[in-house]
């Protein structure tokens, strides 16, 4: 894995030259092995490469890497994995090759087949190129998102790179908070594509290529999840048999083109279904034992430790194992404004952090299992809110009209408190934040509440009555509505996968294991999400994933195959720390310090006496709003890092 960053522009050359190499020493956790700079003054372009050997490890993939002719220059981040392939037809059209590596199957790709070269790659990627001959610089993002790019343009300099820091890093560049993109962030713990926290600045959407020509940015999507549009195929008829043995072909297929590495490789296993399947998958490909790597926590409901050590050894991998105590995962929280450099409010980015820290220690690469849960209804919300869209359905208008009549006239505070009474015995994904507000937007909206808006309330960290009241600012379409919007020929559980797919799965999930990783100089590759893997089961029936009240039905089924089935009958936990309890207390100098109502008249951005309200409701136990408060202290450490 690699870091990239660079620009164009004649107009700033020499100032943006200047800063370039501080650009790509920002990027030094990405690829501590090696740096390269391109310049050429004629065209006010200059681009830099620092690199993570993973294949070919001689000064042959040494990047920026110019063809034999000079006019064509690359710098690329990622994994093509099927690069011998693409490699041989290359050589049949008469390219020759100086290096083993698939950097330079991917610039000799495009030279043979411009942008179609595209749909030649199997992998993760983010690249761009600088084409001579064309005059423009064309830049790519992977299928589904693996690999971020950001990019900006204004005031006649186009800026892109690997990670928003490398941006900041150009001392032309503009800090201008976008009001959107915070709105948005406070509403999802994150910042959706295309947007960046950044006025001006974005990032590339998965799927889409970018060109530009040094007056004009133009992007377009090259590669589209199947099942979005309305004349897609209808899932493909074929027994469940059928679809079992497919499902473990194409994955024994991506595990196995996975496993190319010239540096130690391993696993990260929670003794989950999705990282379990890939486990066992490695272990099958291989006569050696397979390395595997977790952590444990000593707090109940986040201990997944022991489940994977059962897996390990029922597999025969050699398991490396981790206790780390809350000390240790305190210790990462200075770290996450660094690591993310934008806004980012997803807790489990702390475990992340560190079993990625662990698995680096022994190896360079690390395969996960992430992309199951929005493939194969995995999160139980799906068919939660898919039952309830349905229950309202089904009301009556006067059933209706008593519910919002009688929620109207118990007071929050009452349906708080019988919440909280029965909700220690809820599971987890039934324990959300400020419960009374959600329910009763629920009843009050139920005559005329979409399956958008239920959806809404189960991932939101805030709504927007709570952020209009928090900022005065309203939410703005986003991704998210786009999807829901072109989706209404489908039905509800595929819909709020594809919705996840294009939103959670990149801007979060992907965002969360890329940064972190790489925080620790660690390649992690995700086999569920091969686009073979994600195109087969866009087209399987809703019946194959959510069965019985439970999702992965197939991939479960599957994994009995290799793994007895008590060994994987568990509820599910997520991989998550215990940040309520934290905030209360080994936390609660961070919030009494970021959040204080002095600090935030200070900042003027949030109403202090909303803040204090939720705060002194979490800290004397009447309220959770762990998910809230983390993400204003998220937001105050990032500002304080990056704005002040």
Known sequence: MCGIVGFVSKRHFNRLKIDLTKAASVLSHRGPDDQGLYFDESWGLALAHRRLSIIDLSIAGHQPMVSDDGDTVIVFNGEVYNFLQVKSELITAGHRFKSTGDTE???????????????????????????????????????????????????????????????MAFSRFQRRVDSDAFSLYLHYQYVPVPRTIFENTFKLQPGYFLLFDGKNVTTRQWWRIPGLDRDAPAPEPSSEEESLSRLDELLVQAVSDRLVSDVPLGAMLSGGVDSSIVVALMQKLNQSPVRTYSIGFEEDGYDEAPWARRIADHLGTEHTQLYVSARDALQVIPQLPEIFDEPFADSSAIPTYLVSKLTRGQVTVALSGDGGDEQFAGYARYWITANMARWVKRLPSAVINLLREGVEKIPATSLSRIYSAFRSGLPQWLQV????????????????????????????????????QLTGQGVPPSTYDHVFDATGHLDAIRRMMLVDQQTYLPDDMLTKVDRASMAASLEVRVPLLDHRVVAFSARLPVDLKYRNGRGKYLLRKLLCRYIPGEL???????????????????????????????????????????????????????????????????????????LV
């Open 105 to 167: 199957v991917v610039l000799k790709a495009y030279m043979q087949w411009g942008l179609d070269c595209l749909h030649k790659f199997i992998g993760m990627f983010a690249f761009a190129i600088w084409d001579k001959t064309n005059r423009r610089l064309f830049a790519a993002r992977d299928r589904l998102g693996i690999k971020p790019l950001y990019y900006s343009y204004s005031d006649g300099q186009f800026l892109f790179g690997s990670e928003l820091k490398a941006l």
């Open 433 to 468: 934040e400020n419960f009374s507000d959600k329910w009763s937007k629920i009843v009050s909206q139920m005559s005329q509440t979409e399956l958008a808006e239920l959806y809404r309330m189960a991932v939101c960290t805030w709504a927007e009555d709570d952020i209009r």
């Open 568 to 642: 994987i009958e568990r509820p599910k936990m997520g991989f998550g720390v215990p940040i309520a309890d934290w905030l209360r207390k080994d936390l609660n100098h961070l919030l009494k310090d970021y959040l204080s109502p002095a600090h935030l008249r200070n900042e003027g951005r949030f109403d202090p006496d909303f803040v204090d309200t939720i705060l002194n409701e979490h800290m004397a136990g009447s309220g959770n709003h762990r998910h809230r408060l983390w993400s204003l202290l998220m937001w105050e450490m990032w500002r304080e890092k990056w």
